[in-house]
């Protein structure tokens, strides 16, 4: 065996023998010559094994070694145009690990998406899957990126928890200890404690909610980030909020553009994600739907995805609907002081019919009203009784946001639906694998 070198770094080694291990994606045989594929998740290499190279025993084993057998393949890299990636491995050495048991479940072949779901732990292997999830990781360090150079500091906040931030209608029960407890819907509310102790916060987790309707925009786990930060406002959310927007794009443009090529993905879309966004109040909203789709939406009304769909048609990049009315929106929401059916929220919508990816706004300062939410939207007191102490020791204005990682995902990749946006879905008819 020669030094162990993964795929990306094959052309630091031109000319030199070294051992790449990997996978068998496939391999085409011309009797004394084989031409074999192999994948380390880094990239993909042709490796050339010609009879008189390598010893009698290693031709044969390659030549009935089922796909997706575990090898190590040992040879000279060499330069190579027509091949993907540009390198080829001429084999002076061949050892399988591992030979597959039974043949490869995924083949060529188009297969239904059930099937392709019931064997996600295999599907992850494929070109498609390694070009969004690489997309993914990227977005979540360009966002991690942004919010530590601002300023912002990370504070992990808990996810099993005695109240919903969200409302109640899709919070994962728990057992704690014999008592009741809740997966997290999000962070914000430890985050607003967290924003009271150190100024400008954020929190990036799993969340969870039981979404009991099947779309492709919800997931029952998915990722959030969210920034909050004391002495911030709506506007302040929405300049922030663009800022990170346009930067995580920009970067996923910049850093994964091969990605993007194997997704065949759109990118003059991307290449406009550019702050500042366009904001319209959802009184304006109401004004275009009226207008363009559903003449009699009445006022007060969620809009659903259609209506999202037909907002963001007006423009060529996000948009900030803001200002909803308050007794849509959840508990916490500050009401405008000049208009208080409306409160100081606002939603991102992704351009191309990918709809809200941002919800956010400034959060009520003040205890009395607090009190007063708790109990219109049926919420016990005690577990928020923490809650509301941040309202009685040096309560101040603040904002902040949550983006869902696997919306953002869907909609710079360009997918159908976010189940191929993390890495095992789940969702209400979706635990395995
Ligand atoms: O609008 P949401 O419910 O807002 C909150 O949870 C706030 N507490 C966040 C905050 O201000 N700190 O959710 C925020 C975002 C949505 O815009 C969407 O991108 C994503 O989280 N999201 C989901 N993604 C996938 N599946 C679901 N079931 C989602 N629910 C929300
Ligand atoms: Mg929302």
Redo the contacts with the bound molecule.
């Keep these: 065996m020669a030094k162990i070198v993964r795929i990306e770094a094959l052309g630091q080694s031109q000319e030199q023998t070294v051992t790449v291990q990997g996978w068998l994606a496939d391999k085409t045989d011309k009797g004394k010559l084989q031409f074999l594929r192999v994948r380390d998740g880094t990239g993909v290499i042709q490796a050339t094994l010609f009879h008189k190279s390598v010893s009698p025993e290693a031709f044969e084993a390659a030549k009935h070694a089922p796909q997706e057998s575990s090898v190590r393949v040992t040879g000279q890299v060499r330069a190579e145009p027509r091949a993907p990636g540009g390198y080829e491995l001429s084999v002076t050495e061949f050892e399988i690990v591992q030979a597959a048991r039974d043949e490869y479940p995924i083949t060529p072949k188009e297969h239904g998406i059930e099937f392709l779901m019931a064997h996600r732990h295999l599907w992850l292997r494929s070109s498609r899957q390694h070009a969004i999830l690489r997309i993914r990781a990227t977005i979540i360090q360009a966002t991690r990126h942004w919010l530590d150079t601002n300023g912002f500091l990370l504070v992990d906040t808990p996810i099993l928890t005695p109240a919903a931030?969200?409302g109640t209608t899709t919070l994962f029960e728990t057992d704690f200890y014999g008592e009741p407890a809740f997966l997290t819907?999000?962070g914000?509310l430890y985050?607003e404690a967290n924003a009271m102790a150190f100024g400008k916060v954020y929190c990036f987790g799993p969340t969870f909610?039981a979404?009991k309707s099947k779309t492709r925009?919800?997931?029952s786990e998915?990722w959030?980030v969210?920034p909050?930060w004391a002495f911030g406002t709506l506007d302040d959310y929405m300049n922030v909020a663009e800022q990170m927007v346009s930067h995580v794009a920009q970067t996923v443009l910049k850093e994964r553009a091969a990605e993007l090529a194997v997704l065949e993905r759109d990118t003059t879309c991307l290449e406009k994600i550019v702050a500042p966004f366009p904001r319209i109040s959802y009184d304006e909203a109401v004004e275009i739907i009226r207008a363009k789709g559903d003449a009699n939406f009445k006022w007060g009304d969620d809009f659903g995805a259609p209506d999202e769909t037909l907002i963001s048609e007006q423009f060529d990049r996000p948009v900030f609907v803001h200002h909803y009315p308050t007794a849509m929106k959840?508990f916490y929401m500050a009401p405008d002081p000049q208009r208080p059916e409306v409160c100081l929220s606002a939603?991102l919508l992704a351009p191309e019919g990918y709809g809200?990816?941002?919800?956010?706004g400034q959060r009520s300062d003040n205890l009395e009203y607090l009190e007063a939410q708790l109990e219109k939207h049926h919420l016990p007191r005690a577990p928020y009784e923490w809650y509301l102490d941040l309202r009685k020791y040096g309560s101040v204005p603040h904002c902040?946001?949550?983006?869902?990682v696997?919306?953002t995902v869907a909609w710079l990749c360009k997918l159908d639906h976010?189940r191929e946006t993390i890495s095992f879905p789940r969702m209400m008819d979706k635990m395995y694998p």
């Design positions: 931030v969200e819907q999000s914000q985050n909610r979404e925009r919800h997931l998915f959030m969210e909050e959840a939603d809200e990816v941002i919800g956010g902040g946001f949550g983006l869902g696997e919306r976010v």
